[in-house]
């Protein structure tokens, strides 16, 4: 059972413009059904255009004063912000599991020391925006140095199969560096942006900092991405829709981060841990129901342990209990939709044609969204199953011969996000690490990240990053500063152009 009752603690509305909770102005209403039973728990007005204007306009209008502040001041401010988050931190699990269908102890062990861990990296990283050491690099008549400045105003895009860390990703990199951000969350799935951007109001952070606009992608979404006011985007979710986001910011020449779709690869050689490895396929598939674009999705395995890893998958995968997210015994909690759940369906159900279902490929008996585990075997590299993004809580299984045939096949699609190698030879480690096209390559482990390491992809997986200090050269621009060190070299410079004159 849970006591977040969303009703109530969004009475006032779904948008945060401002510094405070209001009502959308689309005339639209859109309600948040709890993907495990199948029951409206909110119905909230949308917001439209005129909202993101509004949010926009706080953002411009907080943005000068938090860029101004010092690098201390923001640091200190983004600490208090994490504070907040650990003081909140079981309502913002209940809300997480709520509105999303995630077990309650991957919203309480993951998602929510996540965020907070988040915050409390770019509280520190605040402080260390250092640009290049200054330097006279003609000789010494000039001195030039680099000053790294904030952008602007940011306007986000974040999807539903992590609500809070996905807002934690966009927002803070954004504000520690000094600007001023607007995000949109996905409309199925607003609450914890909106407790967040709440929390940094309770710490001090000012109102206009962060506004969220909980409102639907072509209405909300395209007119944010559009606006003239806004000078970056950063978007994750769908290769397609990143497309269309895009087409969109390069009409105003925005600066673009996004980070899309993901297929990740899972190689185990002949030498590696069967055990570990069958643990790591199950865990690293079956992470939040699967909808995790770094989710394993394609497992290659070397052929003497092919047969092996099949069966201790299957077995492994029967053991997985599906149930009440809010249970703490729950493994498995729904899809984030019936509709999504659907869509997930069909791909199993097409890959009955060519594919044997090892185990899985059905609906439980239940009202909520759920779909059993399920693991594929013998199917084509280039079948649908295989090339095509579920998201959802279905492992593929390839056998391969050399190593240099299962890191083709690893790269063979046109995703680059995240991938796993699993082996105990330090050499085929390496080689793997460096020849697989992905963003992050984990060697004998699966879908651990870090707030001091960057994700980000390769390929159809987008470009720029998330987390760390790598993020900043997304959310701040460069400039350089010369000084002239001498009026003689001025008037010899003069010279060089004008002659005597």
């Not at 200190?76 to 077990?103: I, N, T, V, W, Y």
């Not at 690869?265 to 002949?270: E, K």
């Amino acid at each position: 059972m849970h006591t977040f009752q969303a009703r109530d603690r969004f009475a006032d509305g779904a948008q945060y413009i401002a510094g405070r909770l209001t009502q959308g102005t689309s005339g639209r209403t859109h309600a948040v059904v709890d993907p495990a039973t199948g029951e409206e728990v909110l119905t909230y007005e949308l917001a439209g255009p005129k909202d993101v204007d509004t949010a926009v306009a706080a953002a411009a209008g907080a943005y000068d004063g938090w860029a101004a502040a010092s690098p201390g001041e923001r640091s200190d401010a983004m600490h208090r912000f994490a504070a907040e988050l650990s003081a909140r931190a079981e309502e913002l699990a209940q809300a997480e599991s709520l509105q999303c269908g995630k077990p309650i102890k991957l919203s309480r062990e993951f998602d929510v020391p996540g965020t907070i861990d988040n915050t409390a990296f770019f509280a520190g990283a605040a402080r260390h925006l250092a640009g290049q050491s200054a330097g006279e690099y003609d000789g010494g008549d000039h001195t030039s140095y680099v000053r790294r400045e904030p952008i602007g105003v940011v306007g986000s895009i974040a999807p539903w199969n992590y609500p809070l860390q996905m807002a934690a990703w966009k927002v803070l990199p954004a504000i520690a560096a000094g600007n001023t951000i607007v995000l949109k969350p996905s409309e199925l799935t607003p609450f914890t942006s909106l407790l967040f951007a709440e929390a940094a109001t309770a710490a001090g952070i000012p109102d206009g900092v962060v506004n969220i606009v909980s409102g639907a992608g072509q209405e909300a979404g395209e007119h944010l991405v559009g606006h003239p006011d806004v000078v970056m985007t950063s978007f994750t979710g769908s290769t397609g829709v990143g497309k269309r986001v895009a087409e969109v910011a390069t009409a105003t020449v925005k600066r673009l981060h996004l980070e899309l779709g993901g297929k990740a690869p899972f190689v185990v050689f002949d030498d590696a841990d069967l055990e570990a490895a069958v643990h790591g396929a199950v865990a690293g598939a079956l992470i939040n129901s699967g909808q995790d674009c770094t989710a394993a999705t394609r497992a290659y395995v070397q052929r003497p342990l092919y047969d092996a890893f099949v069966a201790g998958v299957a077995d492994l995968m029967a053991t997985v209990r599906l149930g009440d997210p809010f249970d703490p015994a729950t493994d498995l909690g729904p899809l984030i939709s019936h509709t999504h759940r659907d869509r997930v369906a069909a791909f199993v159900d097409r890959a009955r044609s060519y594919a044997r279902v090892v185990t899985g490929g059905e609906a439980p008996d239940h009202p909520g969204a759920y779909y059993k585990p399920t693991l594929i075997a013998d199917a084509a590299q280039d079948s649908e199953a295989v090339q095509a993004e579920i998201f959802g809580p279905v492992l593929v299984v390839l056998p391969f011969d050399s190593d240099a045939d299962g890191l083709r096949l690893a790269n063979d699609t046109p995703y680059g996000l995240a991938a796993s190698a699993w082996t105990r030879d330090v050499f085929r480690a390496g080689r793997a690490t460096r020849e697989i096209k992905a963003g992050c390559v984990w060697v004998n482990d699966h879908i651990p990240i870090l707030s001091e390491m960057p994700h980000g992809g390769y390929k159809a997986s987008g470009y720029g990053k998330d987390m760390s200090a790598y993020s900043f050269e997304e959310y701040t621009q460069i400039k350089h500063v010369m000084f002239d060190n001498t009026a003689v070299a001025r008037k010899d410079w003069h010279r060089t152009i004008f002659g005597d004159r």
